[in-house]
């Protein structure tokens, strides 16, 4: 093989490598809030669903804390989770079939610490912060 057959394979090589690399595009984005704990309520915590599927937003309004958790794959029907508790009492939650976020939940906690969470995906990754957010 000749030198300049040598170089256009590897030239055809390359040119089919960016190819792929340009079809496969960027990996998905991850989810922005949307709003669905209501009018007021402001983002003050945010953390990934543990296997970059989804975002758990925490927000806040005059003493009441909401969660939602958000998928960065809407459409996609899969489990997901919103969790949230005053510390030390008892969760709400909202689990389910989903595509698009689980939630909103409520918890009023105004003086008092909160613990909360998520799940998207895999029901055996669930991600909680505890006593956060304290007064």
């Known amino acids: 093989m000749s030198v300049t057959h040598k170089l256009a394979s590897v030239g055809t090589v390359a040119a089919l490598a960016a190819t792929a690399v340009a079809v496969t595009g960027a990996p998905a984005q991850a989810a922005a809030y949307n709003g669905a704990c209501g009018s007021g309520y402001t983002v003050i915590d945010k953390m990934d669903a543990g296997n970059g599927r989804g975002t758990i937003f925490l927000t806040y309004n ?51 610490c909160v613990d909360w969470g998520g799940i998207v995906g895999d029901k055996y990754i669930r991600m909680i912060e505890w006593d956060d957010h304290c007064g």
Do not use: H, I, L
Not at 81 to 88: F, H, I, Y
Not at 96 to 112: E, F, I, K, R
């Open 62 to 112: 005059s003493g009441w804390n909401c969660v939602v958790t958000v998928t960065n794959t809407p459409g996609t029907k899969q489990f997901m989770s919103a969790m949230v508790e005053r510390s030390g009492a008892d969760w709400v939650r909202d689990e389910g079939t989903y595509s698009q976020y689980a939630g909103p939940v409520y918890a009023y906690a105004p003086n008092d």
